[in-house]
């Protein structure tokens, strides 16, 4: 089973200022590797998949990039709206898709 | 718009069972596969089960396997979870999702349910 490690734990940015991610994972994925935004009480939201697209109405300011093992979810401009919990996932191991633990991005 | 609603949630005691519902709404439900995923206390999402578009292969996080039984009645746009054997770290907000890809599946999801709240608990 492939192993996803998001770091850091706890990321404090002032508003418009950039904001980057880290996600590495224990095997190789390629680009098959998602980004979700979650806030409180609400249901996730798909942000990039395969690494680097945005989804669809996703605003600009979130870019994803990497492949093969080490992955980074860049906010170009944080915004107060960003503040939320943001989780990768690896598809490319199958059956056994995996999440990251999550950064929990906070608005300093 | 499409939508997706889970229900049957609550409080259960360890070892006992209960069946979570997914309605879904607005989109080709038939088309799709479709992922339970969780999120405990304190804890990040972890990926549960996954059911491909026709219901004729599914697949388990090793955590539930041999527990958990994923399935779908495509005619009624409902996916359901079954929970047989639940022990106290199964409670978490279970969540259901559309995998994006449509009459085949990508692993990845674009479209997520609200969740339903399972407390395994005596």
């Known amino acids: 089973e492939v192993v996803m490690t998001q770091s850091p734990a706890t990321l404090s940015v002032s508003p418009g200022e950039r904001a980057t991610l880290s996600c590495r994972a224990s095997g190789r994925l390629g680009t098959n590797l998602a980004w979700y935004q979650q806030k409180p009480g609400q249901a996730p939201r798909l942000l990039i998949y395969?690494?680097?697209i945005r989804a669809t109405g996703i605003p600009v300011r979130f870019s994803g990039g990497g492949s093969g093992t080490d992955f980074t979810l860049t906010i170009s401009s944080l915004q107060s709206e960003d503040s939320a919990f943001y989780y990768c996932q690896q598809y490319n191991h199958w059956p056994h898709l995996s999440f990251g633990g999550g950064t929990k991005v906070e608005i300093k | 718009q499409a939508h997706l609603v889970e229900s049957g949630g609550g409080v259960v005691p360890p070892g006992k069972s209960v069946t979570l519902s997914c309605e879904a709404s607005?989109?080709?439900?038939?088309?799709?596969?479709m992922h339970w995923v969780r999120r405990a206390p304190g804890k990040g999402l972890e990926w549960v089960a996954i059911i491909w578009f026709r219901g004729d292969t599914e697949y388990y996080a090793e955590s539930v396997r041999g527990r958990f039984t994923i399935s779908r009645e495509n005619p009624k746009n409902t996916l359901y979870l079954q929970m047989n054997s639940l022990r106290v770290e199964d409670t978490a907000v279970y969540y259901c999702a559309r995998d994006s890809g449509n009459k085949t599946v990508y692993g990845y999801s674009d479209l997520w349910g609200r969740g339903t709240l399972v407390t395994v608990s005596s």
């Open positions: 395969g690494a680097s």
């Open positions: 607005g989109f080709d439900f038939s088309s799709h596969g």
